[in-house]
């Protein structure tokens, strides 16, 4: 089975809406039947259509919203360790 690289997927589609599916797959060498699977795939799925393999095909919002979480799991991590560090320089300069 070979590889293709999503900007060769990219142009193959855009290719084959402009020369036909048949043409198009014959030109690049690519089945048909693959062209029909990449055009599916950009129906459904649009510009995460192709992700790469074992990637998991998360939309932006969603990574943008998950990327805010674990920064706000860090800073409320950092801002703990400061609190105990407070405390503790704050119980040292009572003795």
Same mark, same amino acid.
């Given at each position: 089975? $070979?590889?293709? &690289?999503?900007?060769?997927?990219?142009? @193959?589609?855009?290719? +084959?809406?402009?020369?036909?599916? $048949?043409?198009?797959?014959?030109?690049?060498? !690519?089945? !048909? %039947? %693959?062209?029909?699977?990449?055009?599916?795939?950009?129906?459904?799925?649009? +510009?995460?259509?192709?992700?790469? +393999?074992?990637?998991?095909?998360? &939309?932006?919002?969603? @990574?943008? !919203? $998950?990327?805010?979480?674990? #920064?706000? #799991?860090?800073?409320?991590?950092?801002?703990?360790?400061?609190?105990?560090?407070?405390?503790?320089?704050?119980? +040292?300069?009572?003795?």
């Amino acid at each position: 089975m $070979r590889g293709y &690289d999503k900007e060769f997927k990219e142009e @193959a589609i855009k290719l +084959s809406y402009e020369l036909g599916i $048949r043409a198009a797959a014959e030109q690049l060498g !690519v089945p !048909v %039947t %693959t062209l029909y699977t990449w055009r599916n795939r950009t129906k459904q799925y649009g +510009s995460i259509a192709f992700v790469g +393999s074992g990637n998991k095909r998360i &939309d932006p919002k969603t @990574a943008e !919203v $998950r990327a805010m979480e674990k #920064k706000i #799991k860090e800073l409320e991590a950092a801002n703990d360790i400061l609190k105990r560090a407070l405390g503790f320089f704050a119980g +040292s300069q009572k003795k």
